[in-house]
């Protein structure tokens, strides 16, 4: 008794021609399957990579209005005379911005995102 197995779409090319043999054309079915999982795999991650950097783009700009958003509430506290408004609009600016900082370290183990 013999047994083998492989791994992958294709199978090792001394049995690939084997398939012929017991139906014709089965060889190239085969052949056209893996070439149509590769690419709807490659469209996957294309897809995927696309929808990370939207999404990426897309916090970074909420951020940055958010950010503005407290500066300008800031400016309007100071313009008002309201010196603890204007405080707690920075400080809720700074808060913000040193968390992300120290969540980014530890999510990515301390180095800043280096590994």
């Not at 950010?67 to 005379?81: D, E, H, K, N, P």
Request: no cysteine; proline share 4%.
């Amino acid at each position: 008794m013999q047994s083998g197995s492989f791994r992958g779409p294709l199978p090792p090319p001394a049995l690939f021609a084997h398939y012929d043999d017991v139906l014709p054309g089965a060889a190239d079915r085969i052949l056209r399957m893996a070439e149509a999982e590769q690419a709807h795999r490659i469209w996957w991650e294309r897809r995927d990579m696309t929808t990370a950097s939207a999404t990426a783009v897309g916090g970074m700009a909420l951020g940055f209005v958010a950010l503005l958003s407290l500066i300008g509430g800031a400016t309007y506290s100071i313009a008002i005379g309201s010196e603890v408004g204007a405080g707690l609009f920075l400080g809720v600016g700074v808060i913000g911005v040193i968390g992300r900082f120290l969540s980014h370290r530890w999510n990515h183990g301390g180095d800043g995102g280096r590994t």
